[in-house]
């Protein structure tokens, strides 16, 4: 029973840690669904993901300050605009390098490799070292009661700091809403037909009639603009800076590697799963515990079941 | 109709077609035969532009078709049947007609047409491609390659490992197919049923054509279909 009751007690912090996590899934869900959806139709293993998301931050950044003015109209205006620069910025490398490789799975590694530096680089000579801030377009501390029991009764309380941000919540409604369109429109639109149908077998999917190459940089717009987006999103809590793609990168490799790559519910559990446990391990313990468990968590994976959680095997 | 003239294809450095020559022309049907190996395959992925042609045209009804991207050649009217039916087998039936007519304006007589020659699967239209019988599975790939209105069908083994009864039905699917005025190349293991269809017959030996004759002499003469084929 005392267990109970100390875990009661720390309710607050669990709520919190939870929400938290939910935010960080939110993010990572995003990032991952376009990892996955890139290498699920083009069997490219993107190592510049991250650099799509930094892009992402850093045009949003640069978009907002610019348009200036109250932050819910440059926001926004960032918010629309950055993901469709890089998205199609991304369309445009899939073209100029990505295609010369002929998507060979050991060829693409090394271009985007190649390509992670000069985004990097590139970022850093024109945006510099200094992270950037912006305002998050709204952004109110909802209070959030508890209840404890005094001489036998139970009494409500407002625990000092648990409150939680409506511009965070918006962040994960915004998440769910975006991956639940993506869903439904590659199950029910023309688009996402071809897309499963480039995905099954491009050389069939050629000899009736689709564009595999126009499909291929398509897909690989969306899904960097997909990086791109959680990017934007994050910025208001996190600050654009030029290096801050390597550790989105590492995060959704772990989702996919967990989730299985290609199987787009198998990324969205795996993301719920990470973020939770990330942020519990990191409220309650430390940092540096929440990334061994998810390194663990990996490792774990790889050894039982190397397609992943949900993933299938292909023949 | 079409007419592939002296094309050479290889697989990178390896040449597999040496200056292959056919044509095939309405309401007939070319049977390709030649043994495992011989190119029948690679012909056909030619035709599709699935592979590059390095030397040679391939033209069809006037337009040349060899060297133009590869999702292009359907959309002159050429259907594909792939050796191996090649379904999109996580796709519904309807999903892989879809697919077929994703390129055509008018998507439902197209798509009513080729049912009504396979009304089997219209009871199966939102079932897994993958979940059904080969039999079924087969009458998918014709209706799917219908799905693109073609005037010309190129066919790679499509009875290959089905049952008899099956096999018969996908011959007068093919014979119906020849009265509607369709182009047809046939690639066929099975002698009665070359035998049954044949207007004409090409040999293919090495990525060479090395015989055409029609299918009447064959049919006078079919210790020839032995020769040739070593069977
Ligand atoms: N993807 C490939 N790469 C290299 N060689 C191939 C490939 N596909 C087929 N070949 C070779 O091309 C030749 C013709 O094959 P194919 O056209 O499939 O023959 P068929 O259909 O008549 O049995 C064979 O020698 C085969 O080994
Ligand atoms: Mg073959």
Redesign the interface.
């Known amino acids: 029973m005392g267990y109970v009751w100390q875990l009661w007690a720390d309710g607050p912090t669990i709520l919190i840690a939870l929400f938290e996590g939910a935010l960080l899934a939110a993010v990572l869900a995003l990032m991952a669904a376009g990892l996955s959806l890139v290498f699920g139709v083009m069997r490219v293993v993107n190592v510049a993901h991250g650099e799509f998301y930094m892009l992402g931050a850093v045009a949003a950044w640069f978009i907002a300050s610019q348009i200036g003015g109250s932050p819910a109209v440059s926001f926004v205006a960032a918010l629309i605009v950055a993901p469709l620069l890089v998205g199609a910025l991304a369309a445009m490398i899939d073209i100029t390098v990505i295609k010369k490789v002929n998507y060979d799975p050991e060829r693409t590694i090394v271009a985007t490799i190649g390509l992670l530096y000069i985004i990097q680089q590139g970022t850093l000579m024109g945006f510099g070292a200094v992270p950037r801030a912006v305002e998050p377009p709204f952004d109110h501390r909802i209070a959030i009661p508890w209840w404890e029991k005094v001489d036998g009764v139970w009494e409500m309380y407002w625990p000092w700091g648990l409150s939680i941000s409506t511009y965070k919540v918006f962040v994960i409604v915004a998440a769910i809403v975006i991956i639940s369109a993506l869903r439904y429109a590659m199950t029910h639109s023309?688009a996402g037909?071809?897309m499963?149908?480039t995905q099954?077998?491009s050389?069939?999917?050629?000899?009736?009639?689709?564009?595999?190459?126009r499909v291929y940089a398509g897909v690989f717009g969306v899904g960097c603009g997909l990086a791109a987006l959680a990017g934007v999103l994050i910025l208001p809590i996190q600050q654009a800076h030029y290096l801050m793609g390597g550790e989105a990168l590492l995060s959704s490799f772990i989702v996919v590697i967990i989730g299985g790559l290609g199987s787009f519910g198998g990324t969205i559990i795996a993301a719920i799963i990470i973020g939770m446990t990330d942020s519990i391990l990191t409220i309650f313990f430390s940092p540096i515990i929440a990334k061994i468990v998810a390194t663990l968590l990996v490792a774990l994976v790889l050894v039982f079941k190397p397609t992943g959680l949900f993933g299938t095997k292909r023949q | 109709m079409l007419e592939v003239r002296s094309i050479n294809v290889a697989y990178g450095p390896v040449p597999v077609l040496r200056d292959l020559s056919l044509t095939a022309n309405q309401g007939e049907i070319l049977c390709l035969l030649g043994r495992n190996g011989a190119g029948k395959t690679t012909t056909m992925k030619a035709i599709m532009g699935l592979l590059p042609v390095t030397a040679g045209t391939v033209t069809f009804q006037g337009n040349t078709i060899s060297n133009v991207p590869a999702h292009i050649v359907p959309t002159h009217g050429i259907g594909y049947i792939p050796q191996g039916r090649k379904l999109f087998g996580e796709l519904t039936v309807a999903e892989n007609l879809a697919v077929g007519l994703q390129t055509r304006k008018s998507p439902q007589r197209v798509m009513d047409a080729a049912l009504d020659m396979f009304p089997a699967l219209k009871t199966r239209l939102n079932q897994r491609s993958e979940t059904l019988s080969g039999g079924e599975q087969t009458m998918l790939t014709v209706a799917r390659a219908l799905c693109v209105d073609p005037h010309l069908l190129l066919l790679d083994e499509p009875t290959e490992g089905l049952q008899p009864s099956m096999i018969k039905a996908i011959r007068d699917a093919i014979l119906q197919l020849r009265r509607d005025g369709k182009a047809i190349i046939l690639v066929e293991q099975r002698m009665d049923s070359v035998l049954a269809v044949a207007d004409r017959v090409a040999f293919i030996e090495q990525g060479q054509i090395v015989e055409t004759t029609d299918g009447d002499s064959l049919r006078a003469n079919p210790s020839l279909l032995r020769a040739r084929l070593g069977v």
């Open positions: 023309k037909l071809i499963r149908a099954l077998d050389e069939t999917a050629q000899a009736f009639g689709i564009p595999v190459g």
